[in-house]
């Protein structure tokens, strides 16, 4: 599969087939992967001189103002975690999480909605004591500074809350296992089916579809808080079900080709049988269909050899996969889902992606073509990165991507400006306005210090 960069949370649909980072994708129609040779050449091409940096520019420590975070340190960080009746959440596992906020914009099924990535620079782990008592070490306390606790798959609770100093006490809902039994709209067992469950309403639900969940990222990459305390599962062949949700009003979204929708449901600790649940929706169209469309470059020319990978409804890894003929035209057959998305894949090395790469959900049948734009591998400028850490990637206020990297590793940057996030034990900003394609040396000394500005 090509390789790109991602920040595990957003686009539902596009993200999960990109956590087999550098797999190939089988696919069929006209062409095949780059070769070898092609790719190695790529690898091994000489920095241009008129790119932005290269490799005979001078390494430089970053320097950081002295004392610069020590000033900005307090003691330690203590409170109570209860559940919603004021019992004593004792033994769980509690995390902490330091960082200042950054407002971006995301691409998602060709429309722009609002998220808020909370970039980490403090973390710490603990576990509840008697009374639910909580203590973390020295964290740090600046006006920019927002500190969160949060639950990471620990089976009794679920709790994600902003603190604001020692001696609060934190509300956090208890895991529930849930059992029940789905059936389609005709009362017939629904086997092998996969749906998911989340806290909140119906309306909440659409309400985050609108507006992307926050993000919390560390120099280690995404920590994988879950702000929406959800859990997913397949049916048996009887159509029971198991699921651990957080106490409270539920939502059971129901999404596969062959339905669509969603029931609410109430999840105490004392009752946790919902019973039989009657799925609504749509059923799997009766016919298969087929789209077509064409691939074009930055510069608008046919962009040959791209890979076009498809969801046949909007849920889980792409159903199909394709590349471009010589004339950039594609061609996906056998689609039987109402909604189907496309997402063109140029080259197999890491690189940003741009929201003209993906279609917006595309109802079906559709007889028009689609025309989506790709750069090619030599339209990209190659940054080797200097310094190890995440590296968020935003264009215009847009979210492009993000992934942490290692020394030296090298990504594909579009041309035009961008500007770069990098989280490591501080967060350090760099603006760049890419002209020319070719390799060159993302240094660190092109970034300034700015944890708390």
């Not at 600790?269 to 749509?282: I, K, Q």
């Not at 264009?395 to 490591?424: C, N, Q, S, W």
């Amino acid at each position: 599969m090509r390789r790109l960069l991602v920040l595990p949370t957003l686009l539902v649909a596009i993200l999960l087939v990109f956590l087999l980072h550098g797999a190939r994708t089988e696919r069929g129609g006209g062409g095949g992967p780059r070769g070898e040779e092609e790719a190695a050449a790529h690898r091994d091409a000489r920095p241009r001189a008129d790119a932005v940096g290269n490799d005979d520019e001078p390494l430089h420590e970053i320097e950081f103002p002295e004392g610069s975070d020590e000033r900005h340190m307090k003691g330690p960080m203590d409170g109570r975690l209860v559940y919603l009746d004021g019992a004593a959440a004792k033994g769980v596992q509690l995390h902490l999480a330091v960082g200042r906020p950054i407002e971006v914009r995301v691409f998602r099924n060709g429309e722009f909605t609002t998220k808020t990535v909370f970039l980490v620079v403090g973390h710490a782990t603990t576990t509840t004591g008697d009374g639910g008592a909580f203590r973390f070490p020295e964290v740090w306390d600046a006006a920019r500074a927002r500190s969160f606790v949060y639950t990471a798959d620990d089976p009794q609770a679920f709790v994600v809350a902003e603190v604001f100093g020692s001696g609060e006490t934190v509300r956090a809902r208890r895991c529930v296992k849930v059992t029940g039994r789905l059936v389609d709209k005709d009362g017939k067992p629904l086997d092998d089916y996969w749906f998911e469950g989340r806290a909140g309403t119906p309306e909440d639900w659409r309400t985050r579809v609108l507006f992307e969940e926050d993000s919390f990222v560390s120099a280690g990459g995404d920590l994988g808080v879950d702000s929406l305390a959800k859990d997913d599962t397949r049916t048996r062949k009887d159509g029971t079900f198991e699921l651990v949700l957080a106490e409270g009003r539920n939502t059971l979204v129901f999404g596969e080709i062959r339905s669509e929708g969603s029931v609410e449901i109430e999840v105490t600790p004392s009752s946790t049988d919902v019973g039989e649940l009657r799925v609504p929706g749509a059923p799997i169209l009766a016919e298969e269909h087929a789209l077509r469309g064409q691939v074009l470059t930055l510069a608008g020319a046919p962009h040959a050899g791209c890979d076009v990978l498809a969801w046949d409804g909007s849920v889980g890894l792409p159903t199909h996969g394709v590349t471009t003929d010589d004339a950039g035209a594609f061609e996906v057959k056998g689609l039987t889902s109402p909604n189907v998305i496309l997402w063109a894949v140029p080259t197999d090395r890491r690189h940003v992606v741009l929201p003209v790469q993906t279609s917006a959900t595309i109802r079906m049948p559709c007889v028009a073509p689609i025309i989506l734009t790709a750069p090619t591998e030599e339209e990209y400028a190659w940054a080797r990165v200097q310094a190890q850490g995440f590296y968020l990637f935003v264009r215009k206020d847009v979210f492009a991507a993000g992934e942490a990297l290692d020394h030296m590793d090298v990504v594909g940057l579009p041309p035009g400006p961008l500007h770069i996030y990098l989280v490591t034990s501080r967060i350090l900003e760099a603006t760049l306005d890419l002209r020319e394609p070719g390799e060159f040396l993302l240094a660190e000394s092109r970034f300034r210090y700015t944890t708390w500005d």
